[in-house]
């Protein structure tokens, strides 16, 4: 079983920025495509953004796009979700997920990842 644990989340000023992280705990590393997910009081869960096995196929989410940038780093096990401008709109609970990949592919569906972490809190007050 897949041990995925998010951290960074906080309170900051709309403006302000964040970066989260996502540590895995597997060996293969390089092979899972890794997620963010959010999900605000009231409101399903949504895509914001991947990085494909190996990394060289990222996606996000239109409302994310030109702010929101994801990354990885193989060799530390762990991806970066970096969030700039954040707005009071971004606050949500953030969700990583990785899944085991046979293709470098940018998985947007929450249904297609098969471990996730337990979320960290992202408050943007105005």
């Known amino acids: 079983q897949v041990q995925v644990v998010e951290s960074g989340g906080g309170l900051v000023q709309a403006g302000d920025s964040l970066r989260l992280s996502c540590e895995a705990s597997?060996?293969?590393?390089?092979?899972?495509?890794i997620g963010w997910f959010r999900q605000a009081p009231g409101k399903e869960r949504e895509f914001v953004a991947v990085?494909?096995?190996?990394?060289?196929?990222?996606d996000y989410a239109d409302s994310v796009k030109g702010r929101f940038t994801i990354s990885r780093d193989n060799a530390k096990n762990t991806a970066f979700l970096q969030m700039n401008s954040l707005k009071p709109e971004d606050t949500a609970v953030y969700y990583c997920?990785?899944?085991?990949?046979?293709?470098?592919?940018?998985?947007?569906?929450?249904?297609?990842?098969?471990?996730w972490g337990q979320g960290t809190q992202v408050t943007v007050s105005l």
């Open positions: 997920a990785a899944k085991l990949a046979h293709r470098a592919f940018a998985y947007t569906e929450g249904t297609e990842y098969t471990d």
């Open positions: 597997v060996r293969t590393y390089n092979n899972y495509a």
């Open positions: 990085i494909s096995r190996g990394g060289a196929i990222t």
